[in-house]
């Protein structure tokens, strides 16, 4: 364990391990302060009880671990460490006695505990009942330590052997409430720390200039965390932007690349996307009414339909046509985020970056059999490959699907030139080249994520992610509806109520009433976050919230 300023040992019995783990920082200043729930008395009774005095910074008895903060000698004190080894009610206990016990120290704990510290709690073989435990119990069978912690927002970040040839003089004690030590060989310790609060989703109003005139709309509140986050910016070491610098690298390797520098507007008007998005599915896209220019966000908000005149932009396609360069061989390209309306599933993104690349070259030369063929130098490797389609090439990874395409347009006034588009998007790219375990990810605000990539890890540096098998939790929800029914609507109001944790939302049963104008809905949702603590209790609050939106926003009669 690296130095720190200060350790709390709770639970201790004969305090050996306080003993010993004394003596390893006896020249160092980490203070350690080791308690137990017996009085002096019962504990130097332990066969094997140590003297840990000139050791420890304090030792304190009758300390409750699951009430910490009550304890006098600990209040208004913090820790960089709080460790517990092998927890146990005593007795014959059964494994759900023994997790409440983990969930009400890890609730007690995160009082005493600093903004960056440590929980660690070693655990026998088998009890965490997460996959690092060989052989793996059956769930039910299990401490379910990560989600007793979770219950706490505090998320396993690491696991690691117990290094009992460390302690020499730790003598485990206390099985059974007796004398006998557990069983260490193979024992886990736990690590967990702090995960960062959820925050409200809220809608922004934002103001654009378009067609020389300046507007004002209100961003989706489901859409909120997900704008004006700087990745692209010149300096940033997000994997996004690191992704982009790979490609542009690699192809500046072959042909010249300029890249835009100017802001462009999320929005665009329907008549600017039907010029050139002509393959583009409009019903994924987010149809925005602009504010009446005498009311304030507070006041009004932005509708959706299709009578409206404007959309987020679901591609960078109009804005690439107004800064192109028209020159030969020269990839002409323009990054940003673009927004797609579409069912939540696990790799459908609402937003994402999009990288587009436009160059005119002479129509023998086969241009897309080029381009294509130096993207599948740089791209193969990390698990993309490419299939020729009848307008061109399709860029395609396992599990999510396409990644990008290469096509030819008709932008080149030159019979005898072809104009090459490219279009590739960089956030599910940066889950295969950085090995990401969800795209979600890229939007966490944990300073832990970015931190990952400050020093500018090549591609092919696998992520290591600092929250270890997070619980998925489903839950069902059934409603009557109206005569109509807007499924779009639906999944918008989970991604608002569910803070973005819901991944997966699927039908499962409808039935409509023979007498009413009326049908009932039943979707499973699947709740899942690798950013942050989700607890069984956190989800069944987002769950709760649903509820409450889905009657107040789209006037569902939940059942």
């Known amino acids: ?60 008895f009758g300390v409750d671990c699951t009430k910490l903060a009550e304890c006098a000698s600990l209040q208004g004190r913090l820790f960089d460490r709080v460790l517990f080894n092998f927890p146990h009610c005593g007795r014959k206990s059964g494994v759900k006695k023994n997790r409440e016990l983990l969930k009400n120290f890890f609730h007690s704990c995160i009082k005493v505990l600093a903004e960056d510290g440590e929980v660690h709690v070693s655990l026998c073989n088998g009890q965490g009942g997460t996959p690092a435990d060989q052989p ?3 769930w039910h069978n299990s401490w379910q330590v990560a989600a007793m912690a979770a219950e706490a927002h505090l998320i396993l970040s690491d696991i690691r052997p117990f290094a009992s040839e460390k302690y020499q ?22 690590v967990f720390t702090q995960s960062l609060p959820y925050t409200s989703s809220r809608m922004h109003k934002v103001e654009e200039d378009i067609e020389a005139e300046r507007v004002q709309y209100n961003m ?57 998005c002509h393959d583009v599915d409009s019903t994924h896209w987010y149809w925005i009414n602009l504010l009446p220019k005498d009311l ?19 591609s960078l396609l109009p804005q690439m046509e107004e800064l192109l360069i028209k020159k030969e061989f020269l990839l002409s390209g323009i990054s940003g985020l ?13 937003v994402f970056h999009e990288l587009l690349l436009r160059a005119v070259f002479p129509s ?41 395409k290469v096509f030819a347009s008709n932008a080149s006034d030159n019979i005898s030139h072809i104009s090459i588009t490219v279009s590739l998007n960089l956030d599910l790219l940066a889950v295969l080249l950085f090995s990401l375990p969800d795209w979600r990810l890229l939007w966490s605000h944990d300073p832990r994520f970015l931190k990952q990539f400050a020093h500018r890890p090549s591609p092919g540096t696998p992520f290591r992610p600092f929250s270890l098998f997070p619980e998925h939790f489903s839950f069902d929800i059934s409603f009557w509806t109206g005569p109509t029914w807007e499924e779009k609507k639906f999944h918008a109001v ?66």
């Open 220 to 276: 989706p509140a489901e859409l909120s965390d997900y704008i004006f986050r700087g990745f692209l910016c010149s300096g940033s070491v997000h994997p996004v932007r690191l992704v982009q610098d790979f490609l542009l690298e690699g192809l500046a390797e072959k042909w010249p690349v300029t890249m835009a520098t100017e802001t462009v507007p999320f929005l665009l008007t329907v008549k600017q996307l039907q010029m050139c």
């Open 494 to 559: 989970v991604r608002e109520a569910s803070r973005g944790t819901v991944e997966q939302v699927k039908l499962i049963d409808t039935f409509s009433h023979p007498d009413l104008s009326q049908t009932s809905y039943c979707y499973r949702l699947v709740y899942h976050s690798h950013t942050h603590a989700l607890s069984h209790t956190q989800a069944l609050q987002f769950h709760k919230h649903l509820e409450a939106l889905l009657s107040s926003r789209l006037q569902v009669t939940i059942r």
């Open 338 to 350: 673009v927004f797609k309306n579409v069912p939540i599933s696990l790799w459908s993104l609402p």
């Open 169 to 190: 003089s730790y003598k485990c004690t206390g099985y059974r409430s007796q004398d006998k030590g557990f069983h260490v060989e193979k024992a886990l310790v736990h």
């Open 296 to 314: 304030s966000c507070d006041t009004a908000t932005s509708a959706e339909g299709e009578c409206g005149l404007y959309v987020l932009r679901p």
């Open 136 to 138: 793996r119990r059956e």
């Open 364 to 404: 023998g030369c086969e241009p897309i059999r080029l381009i294509g063929q130096r993207l599948e130098t740089l791209l193969t490797s990390y698990g993309v490959s490419l299939i020729t389609e009848q307008e061109g090439l399709h860029l395609m990874a396992q599990p999510m699907g396409l990644v990008g």
């Open 1 to 60: 364990m690296p130095p720190s300023r200060s350790v709390l040992l709770v639970g201790e019995g004969n305090f050996s391990f306080s003993a010993s783990i004394g003596k390893s920082y006896a020249q160092s200043d980490t203070s350690i302060t080791a308690t137990c729930l017996q009085s002096e008395d019962e504990a130097l009774r332990h066969e094997g009880a140590a003297v840990i005095a000139p050791n420890c910074g304090s030792v304190l």
